[in-house]
């Protein structure tokens, strides 16, 4: 992931949108790390790729043993807390999940978690990217995965008087947008069927929608989505920014009178074959 492949800003307000939406998706799904994998083992080692301001290693490091060790990978720590603030078992290290793996990774967590990469990965990388993955993990270790699942993203309304058409171009233009393929991914639809071309057994592939108020919530936290977007003149190109700009603030007022998109997330988990 070269610099330029994160569509929003790194400051202080993508900062909390991470947070928040953390805080949103373990409430929906009910657990941070995944039921079915197991925490018993000692001196269990944890990897968080894509680890962004590294709230999912804070979050999961209050489940486990203090004997584990957390690592966190991403291209930039921007959004990481100041190092004296951080806990004595979570560091941070710069990793590119699009480039080869560090001999020293290989086969080296039980435990890998991803998360909102969608907008990072394309179509035609995610394979090599869970083969990447897969090769970070110890015999046996455990892969989970989040993410939004944008295909089947569609405007709810509460009436069928609400005006809606701003809320659906806005949300639209991870469709039809030409210029920039990261707004369009495709490849969360099918994740667990790259864990299994990858080797993963036992995988399983959990869809779920939030509730309706739950869904608003996260709509909301979309809505940053392109707040950010607007002062990056690398995301989607100068003519989505000037729509992105234009259509935003229709689309906060339909939501005000009760229009809101809502979609599937999506849950992977794969276990490494023993060897």
Same mark, same amino acid.
């Given at each position: 992931?070269?610099?330029?492949?994160?569509?929003?800003?790194?400051?202080?307000?993508?900062?909390?949108?991470?947070?928040?939406?953390?805080?949103?998706?373990?409430?929906?799904?009910?657990?941070?790390?995944?039921?079915?994998?197991?925490?018993?083992? !000692? +001196? /269990?080692?944890?990897?968080? %790729?894509?680890?962004?301001?590294?709230?999912?290693?804070? @979050?999961?490091?209050?489940? $486990?043993?203090?004997?584990?060790?957390?690592?966190?990978?991403?291209?930039?720590?921007?959004?990481?807390?100041?190092?004296?603030?951080?806990?004595?078992?979570?560091?941070?290290?710069?990793?590119?999940?699009?480039?080869?793996?560090?001999?020293?990774?290989?086969?080296?967590?039980?435990?890998?978690?991803?998360?909102?990469?969608?907008?990072?990965?394309?179509?035609?990388?995610?394979?090599?990217?869970?083969?990447?993955?897969?090769?970070?993990?110890?015999?046996?270790?455990?892969?989970?995965?989040?993410? !939004? +699942? /944008?295909?089947?993203?569609? %405007?709810?309304?509460?009436?069928?008087?609400?005006?809606? @058409?701003?809320?659906?171009? $806005?949300?639209?233009?991870?469709?039809?947008?030409?210029?920039?393929?990261?707004?369009?991914?495709?490849?969360?639809?099918?994740?667990?069927?790259?864990?299994?071309?990858?080797?993963?057994?036992?995988?399983?592939?959990?869809?779920?929608?939030?509730?309706?108020?739950?869904?608003?919530?996260?709509?909301?936290?979309?809505?940053?989505?392109?707040?950010?977007?607007?002062?990056?003149?690398?995301?989607?190109?100068?003519?989505?920014?000037?729509?992105?700009?234009?259509?935003?603030?229709?689309?906060?007022?339909?939501?005000?009178?009760?229009?809101? %998109?809502?979609?599937?997330?999506?849950?992977?988990?794969?276990?490494?074959?023993?060897?």
């Amino acid at each position: 992931m070269a610099s330029d492949d994160y569509v929003f800003t790194r400051d202080y307000i993508d900062n909390n949108r991470i947070n928040l939406l953390h805080g949103l998706w373990t409430k929906t799904w009910g657990y941070v790390l995944h039921p079915r994998i197991p925490t018993d083992k !000692p +001196d /269990l080692r944890v990897a968080d %790729v894509g680890t962004g301001t590294g709230i999912w290693l804070f @979050d999961v490091r209050e489940q $486990l043993p203090p004997s584990a060790r957390l690592e966190g990978f991403d291209i930039s720590f921007d959004a990481v807390p100041h190092a004296a603030t951080l806990p004595s078992n979570v560091s941070f290290r710069h990793w590119n999940v699009k480039e080869d793996l560090p001999e020293d990774l290989v086969g080296a967590f039980d435990i890998v978690h991803v998360r909102f990469l969608a907008f990072v990965v394309l179509d035609e990388e995610i394979r090599a990217v869970v083969d990447r993955l897969f090769k970070m993990l110890k015999p046996g270790g455990y892969l989970q995965w989040g993410e !939004p +699942d /944008l295909t089947t993203l569609r %405007v709810d309304k509460a009436g069928d008087d609400v005006a809606a @058409d701003s809320v659906a171009a $806005l949300f639209g233009l991870f469709g039809t947008q030409q210029g920039d393929a990261r707004m369009r991914p495709g490849w969360c639809a099918q994740l667990g069927e790259h864990f299994s071309a990858a080797g993963f057994a036992d995988v399983a592939a959990d869809r779920l929608e939030p509730a309706p108020h739950w869904s608003y919530v996260f709509h909301e936290a979309g809505l940053m989505m392109f707040e950010l977007i607007i002062p990056r003149k690398e995301a989607g190109g100068e003519a989505m920014r000037r729509e992105v700009e234009r259509l935003l603030p229709l689309a906060v007022a339909e939501t005000r009178r009760g229009a809101w %998109v809502a979609s599937v997330r999506v849950s992977v988990v794969g276990r490494k074959p023993a060897v």
